[in-house]
């Protein structure tokens, strides 16, 4: 689990209360000189003109101590719409920041410009590269305002540590706002972090982006910059401590009372004594800090949680499961988590036995676990795991009831409401990022598919989840074992697909950033290509260096396979992106009919390579036509490229336009057998796979691969086809099969060829996690 914040919260349990949080106002806002704040704004990332790939945001600790940024967040909104600052992607913080240092950032990016430098957080926020609105946030909670349309409320105020408005913004600090930024500049905050006279405009001046992170050399602002002080307010009269047994010292309240029938607990700020059995314990170090307890004659109410965390480090008391305590502690309720914090005493009073509750998924329709809350409980059906991307840094997966959850754009009788209620987020109990022990990776890492029974924890929340601590271990079975090779496609020619995940031969650019990784990234490559041994290959995401980086790609297969075995077309026309497309193909197979084509339609960021190919020893021609489409992310999108709200995300309008364009080349090139090939960005029932079927082509992979295996690519734990294969219709009659091979998707994160925070003894030069994305194998008897 994310470490969260216990700072903030300790101090207004206690009366205590940082100057820095208390005067923020409405428009004009204004703080007094804050601990640390934003010192550097950028938001043109991967755009035309731009020298770096990603928007960002930069902090900077301007005290004298260190400061915590567990459980904070930075969120964004826009200049003057009407949208919350929540309503957009929050991206958490966490660590400690020492004085003078800064943090970086990354946020939404793009195909053009420079990578960053290595970012201590990241996020998916697209923000304006304009005119905009960042607040650095004391909670990882959304904020339901945005200061202009929606004033933001005196409790939101309190949670806002900085507040950075630019260009047209209507809302920031002071006077007036920051100036407005461009693709080549970014706002800067003056004193290289250290001014904070709570004027944007008078603190920030545009200069070209330099993004510092924790590596970078520290900054202090020297003697008299403020530190992080707390004005005393009228303490709150402590709970008597007891003259005899403290066991013998009655509950004030039962355990449901404090937890109440709503979201949030009724006892807010109270001090209570609450009496119940220990169910869960995580006080040790690197865990939660705490324990959860449970009492053992629940209340009649189902809409009442019956558990509690309590906040309560072992240096107070150490406790284990079973315990029967007595726990006294302010009612609280911490980003959406009810708890005790701080707890003042606890004592064990004896011993006593909770059963877990037994529940299944989905949940019912218009429920949630907040009746469960810091309950125990256990799931006895077969629980599929969906989503392992966060496995390697905070120790989670994500599982769903009845297999894995598809997209609900990538076949039809999907529903996303009861995808949402088939899932569970189960954490590991830790606060420790990118652990050197990763759960779930002995005696092999888990992958995707993989299932578990009788998951067994108490319901914690944190991060805008609940989320299960287990309680006991948890084994997945291998019920979706590694493919050692791809399905059997027959044939007498084998055409893949296969999305690089960016090979780059320059480094620290978008692939690898150290020569080690180089090697690393190339070994897991050409095991791919060497395990598809497919006739003609066509790639997605090689770096747009002329033949450098395809050629040495190339080279590398054929040092595997043998001098000779593959040759690499040249592109006429790659385009101006940081990737291009290309094809790989063995000469002794298939002989080029003509030169490559391609397209000069503006319409295509990364114009097609097209080439015509029959066998060597003669007959019927085919045409591959490899394409990569615009991506969904929503970078500078605008008009009918915004998002929809349709479940096709932005620039779907650009994408219909391609597949337009592409049907558009197949008839006025008259090209034979087309076989589009590619990453195409959208899903199995998405308007521009349907503009190609209406146009003609067929899906081969949606003819020959079973529905449950029709998936290339994950995200957020919702699985789909993105990369494809389509056929003209005198084809379609020669196309003897059609495989995805799992060797990727499947796959969590950590066993790719990244050396950063991926445990070592996990990597191996294989084809598994090679990409983000799965290949595609066609055969073809011609």
């Known amino acids: 689990m994310r470490a969260l914040t216990r700072a903030y919260a300790a101090l207004a349990a206690a ?236 509950p004030t309240h039962e355990i449901a009372q404090v937890q109440g029938s709503g979201d949030s607990t009724p006892l807010a700020g109270q001090r209570v004594r609450v009496e119940g059995v220990v169910t869960g314990d995580f006080q040790g170090t690197g865990q939660l800090n705490g324990f959860f307890l449970q009492d053992p004659t629940p209340d009649a109410d189902p809409a009442t949680s019956d558990g509690l965390f309590a906040f309560a480090r072992a240096s107070l008391k150490d406790v284990k499961v079973g315990d029967r305590v007595l726990v006294s502690g302010t009612a609280t309720e911490f980003n959406g988590w009810t708890e005790l914090s701080p707890v003042t005493a606890v004592d064990v009073c004896g011993t006593g036995t909770i059963k877990p509750v037994v529940r299944t998924l989905p949940r019912p329709a218009g429920t949630t676990f907040e009746p469960l809350e810091n309950v125990l409980v256990t799931f006895p059906e077969p629980l599929t795991v969906t989503e392992h991307f966060e496995l390697g840094r905070f120790g989670e997966v994500t599982v769903s009831s009845e297999g894995r959850t598809f997209q609900p754009t990538e076949r039809e009788g999907v529903d996303a409401d009861e995808n949402a209620r088939r899932m569970l987020l189960i954490d590991d109990g830790s606060t420790v990022q990118n652990p050197e022990t990763v759960p779930f990776t002995t005696p092999h890492a888990v992958r995707a598919g993989d299932a578990a029974f009788g998951i067994t924890g108490v319901l914690g929340y944190g991060f805008g989840s609940y989320r299960l601590q287990p309680t006991k271990p948890i084994t997945f079975l291998r019920t979706n074992p590694r493919p050692k090779a791809p399905f059997p496609v027959f044939g007498n020619v084998r055409v893949a697909s296969l999305n690089t995940l960016n090979w780059f031969t320059t480094l620290d650019s978008r692939g690898a950033n150290t020569p080690e990784e180089q090697q690393r990234q190339l070994a897991k490559l050409v095991a791919t290509l060497k395990g598809l041994n497919a006739d003609a290959v066509g790639l997605m995401e090689v770096e ?221 030069p294989d084809a598994y996690r090679s990409s983000d994305h799965d290949p595609v194998l066609v055969g073809l008897r011609l």
């Open 15 to 250: 009366g205590l209360v940082a100057t820095a949080v208390a005067t923020l106002s409405t428009v004009p806002a204004a703080a007094e000189p804050g601990a640390v704040v934003i010192s550097q704004v950028y938001g043109s990332g991967g755009s035309a003109g731009a020298p770096l790939s990603n928007d960002f945001v930069e902090l900077f600790n301007r005290s004298g101590a260190e400061v915590s940024l567990d459980g904070w967040s930075v969120q964004y909104a826009s200049a003057t719409g009407t949208g919350a600052f929540g309503a957009n992607p929050v991206t958490p913080l966490s660590g400690t920041l020492a004085p003078g240092a800064y943090y970086l950032v990354q946020l939404a990016g793009g195909s053009t410009g420079s990578a960053l430098p290595a970012p201590d957080a990241t996020g998916t926020a697209n923000m304006s590269g304009s005119s905009g609105k960042v607040a650095l946030v004391r909670s990882a909670t959304g904020l339901a305002c945005n200061g202009g349309s929606a004033p933001c409320s005196a409790d939101q105020l309190a949670q806002i540590a900085d507040l950075v408005g630019y260009g047209t913004a209507n809302f920031f600090e002071g006077t007036a706002a920051a100036p407005g930024l461009s693709a080549t500049t970014a706002g800067v905050r003056a004193q290289a972090g250290c001014a904070d006279t709570d004027d944007n405009a008078a603190d920030f001046a545009t200069a070209a982006p330099a993004p510092r992170n924790t590596a970078t050399p520290a900054a202090p602002c020297g003697t008299g910059t403020p530190t992080p002080t707390v004005t005393p307010t009228p303490t709150p009269t402590p709970t008597p401590t007891p003259t005899g047994d403290p066991c013998e010292v009655a």
């Open 544 to 764: 747009n260096n002329g033949q450098t980086a395809l050629n040495a790609l190339v080279d590398a297969l054929n040092a595997e396979v043998g001098a000779g075995t593959y040759a690499a077309l040249s592109h006429p026309y790659p385009g101006t992106d940081a990737v291009q497309v290309g094809i790989i193909y063995k000469p002794a197979k298939l002989t080029p009919v003509g030169e490559a084509k391609s397209s000069t339609d503006p319409v295509f960021r990364r114009p097609p390579l097209i080439q015509t190919f029959r066998k060597a020893k003669g007959g019927e021609r085919f045409t591959m036509l490899v394409n990569h489409y615009k991506s969904k992310r929503c970078d500078d999108a605008t008009g009918p490229d915004t998002d929809q709200g349709d479940g096709q995300s932005c620039y779907n309008a650009e994408r219909v336009r391609q597949a337009k364009a592409t049907l558009a080349l197949i008839k006025d090139l008259k090209l034979p057998n087309p076989l589009v090939l590619g990453d195409l960005n959208a899903y199995s029932e998405e308007d521009p796979i349907d503009t190609l079927e209406a146009g003609g082509l067929t899906s081969v992979t949606k003819k020959h691969v079973p529905a449950s295996r029709r998936y290339s690519y994950v995200f957020d734990g919702l699985w789909g086809e993105l990369d494809h294969a389509m056929v003209g219709k005198n084809l379609l009659k020669r196309v003897t099969g059609a495989t995805i091979w799992h060797v990727n998707a499947d796959e969590p994160l950590i066993l790719d060829y990244n050396t950063e925070f991926n445990p070592p003894g996990l990597y191996r």
